[in-house]
């Protein structure tokens, strides 16, 4: 079939006349498309396809039949591709895009019609970011509730891999598209993605102007399969020939190659991603580079592709881990990576994830998920707390968007306590005996304790260090792979209800010998630098 169809087509292009071929190459990138959002001010859309080299292109922008804007360029040889900015456009729609391509006295036009501008979200990752609306809690009425978000789209990326960076998408699985339950539920983990889309529809509640959303994931890859071939460099991983790896695509590049890079050239709001569970086992140390260096890349990357119209340092979120029990992937790891997504801060933004923002979700597990535990299916609550971050850290908004972590630490050695001072108000739902520990050490010889929850107030946390005897010299919060049941974490922020993140924090001043009873010391640690 594929034969006989080559063999077809090249008998069809020889029979035309030489001129009608100067409509045959004239089309849109693959994501133009009806129904589109375009990235509104204060930055330009970009606007691109492939024509005949030379030939002159005259893209319009029109609302109700009348002429919004003008932008003319011309094909470039040898790529046979043409690219406009527009200029900022307010918010709204919809608007046609008209392309005209004219060489001599030959002209062909295309158009997209129903166009929105807004803001435009790509949301990447691995399975829980492929989850679809039909797989998660509440499905049905999910599904449904699609009449008040007409003005936010989507659109789902096909899965294709490349050996080199390719220029267009290989694929669209999704064209763009108005919500409905039919786009937002194909299957499981077929096309549309839960969280992006409720990450969207909780954005849309706040902005009242439209919202896009690129759904671009694939069950079981890895971080090094989405890093472009300079970031892996930065970060020394070695070239990797995949055995028996994971379900999806394992190798360097290769989704960064067909699946992101040919998006590189539009105009973005932000990015959100939930991946990580693929580097668990696998290159797991280097996330606290490879993590940082992807961001890093694709910043970059978007903003030369769009002549500066992204912005350098735009919004990334994503999804810290939640918790599973061992399936397939062995999930011991989990306290590491969740720890690595953070650049090892324990929080973001931060000195090396600047513009970021997280949502917590090791309280989100879900034992008894159709799905295996390591999707849980409640993506209402992480898309919420995505949302909040993004609305902080994106959009400015003054509100919280993580929950407590301690800003100081007291030992009060005589009696026994390790008082923590939160950055915030902490509501304690529960008393734990296990979830703090405190590293205990003697002679080179260390190991890690637990340290019950004692007395709390509004903002501060004494621990029961009793079970050390020697020194204390670290103090680690939630550090295991199911911290505790479904939004039954003993931390959260009162009001906004967001878990307290784990942590690990290293005593780092030399701690005194005569530490005599009744001393009190005031502790200085790494990373918690609130
Ligand atoms: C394009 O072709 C149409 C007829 O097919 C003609 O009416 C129109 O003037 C042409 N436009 C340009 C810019 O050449
Ligand atoms: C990443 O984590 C590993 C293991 O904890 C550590 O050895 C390394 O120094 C960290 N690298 C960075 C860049 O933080
Ligand atoms: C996309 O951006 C890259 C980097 O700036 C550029 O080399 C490429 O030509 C652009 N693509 C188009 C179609 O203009
Ligand atoms: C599902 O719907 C019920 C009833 O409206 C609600 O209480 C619950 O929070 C919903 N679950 C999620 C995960 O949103
Ligand atoms: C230590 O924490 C407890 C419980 O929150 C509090 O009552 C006490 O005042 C704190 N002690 C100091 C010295 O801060």
């Known amino acids: 079939m594929v034969a006989l169809g080559f063999v077809f087509g090249l008998v069809l292009s020889l029979l035309l006349p030489a001129d009608a071929s100067a409509d045959v190459g004239f089309r849109f990138a693959s994501y133009i498309d009806n129904y589109m959002v375009l990235q509104k001010e204060p930055a330009?859309?970009?606007?691109?396809?492939?024509g005949v080299s030379g030939a002159t292109v005259t893209v319009t922008l029109c609302q109700?039949?009348?002429t919004i804007m003008k932008k003319v360029t011309s094909v470039k040889a040898p790529s046979s591709s043409w690219m406009v900015v527009l200029d900022p456009v307010k918010p709204g729609g919809p608007y046609e895009v008209i392309a005209q391509q004219t060489y001599g006295r030959m002209n062909f036009t295309l158009r997209v019609h129903d166009v929105l501008f807004g803001d435009v979200w790509l949301c990447s990752g691995q399975s829980n970011m492929q989850m679809t609306v039909s797989q998660i809690f509440n499905a049905t009425s999910?599904?449904?509730?699609?009449a008040a978000y007409q003005s936010v789209r989507i659109l789902a990326v096909s899965l294709n891999q490349a050996l080199q960076e390719l220029e267009d998408l290989a694929g669209v699985d999704l064209r763009w598209s108005k919500p409905t339950s039919e786009n937002l539920g194909h299957g499981d983990f077929k096309y549309m993605s839960a969280v992006c889309w409720l990450f969207g529809r909780y954005l849309y509640d706040t902005l009242q102007y439209p919202v896009g959303l690129i759904a671009s994931s694939w069950a079981g890859t890895p971080i090094e399969a989405w890093s472009s071939e300079r970031s892996l460099k930065a970060c020394g991983v070695p070239r990797f020939i995949p055995s028996d790896f994971g379900t999806g695509p394992s190798e360097n590049s290769v989704l960064w190659n067909a699946m992101v890079h040919p998006l590189h050239n539009m105009t973005l709001k932000g990015v959100i991603w939930?991946?990580?569970e693929s580097n668990i086992n696998f290159n797991r140390d280097l996330y606290n580079c490879t993590f940082p260096a992807l961001i890093e890349d694709w910043r970059q990357t978007f903003h030369r592709g769009s002549q500066g119209q992204t912005e350098r340092f735009f919004p990334f979120g994503f999804v810290q881990l939640s918790s599973f029990l061992s399936g397939a992937t062995s999930s011991e790891g989990l306290p590491h990576i969740r720890w690595h997504q953070t650049a090892d801060f324990g929080y973001?933004?931060?000195l090396r994830m600047p513009n970021t923002f997280m949502a917590v979700a090791m309280d989100l597990c879900d034992r008894n998920s159709p799905f295996g535990s390591a999707h849980p299916r409640d993506k209402q609550t992480v898309a919420y707390r995505l949302h909040l971050g993004a609305r902080a850290v994106a959009y400015g908004e003054k509100l919280t968007f993580q929950g407590p972590l301690p800003q100081k630490m007291e030992l009060l050695a005589d009696r026994g306590l390790l008082n923590l001072t939160y950055s915030q108000q902490i509501l304690v739902q529960r008393q734990d005996k296990k979830i703090f520990e405190v590293s205990c050490c003697s002679d080179q010889q260390c190991k890690w304790l637990p340290a019950p929850m004692d007395t709390f107030s509004t903002q501060t946390l004494a621990l029961d260090i009793t079970s050390c005897q020697d020194t204390l010299v670290a103090v680690r919060y939630?550090?295991?792979t199911w911290p505790c049941e479904y939004k039954q974490c003993p931390l959260y922020h009162p009001t906004s209800t967001l878990p307290?993140?784990?942590?690990?924090?290293?005593?780092?001043?030399?701690?005194?010998d005569d530490l005599s009873k009744g001393q009190m010391i005031s502790m200085h640690y790494d990373h918690i630098l609130l």
């Open 44 to 50: 330009g859309a970009v606007i691109w396809g492939y």
């Open 64 to 66: 109700d039949q009348e």
């Open 142 to 146: 999910e599904l449904s509730d699609t």
């Open 274 to 276: 939930y991946q990580g």
């Open 348 to 350: 973001v933004p931060n």
């Open 478 to 480: 939630a550090w295991s």
């Open 500 to 512: 307290a993140p784990p942590f690990t924090a290293f005593i780092t001043n030399q701690i005194p």
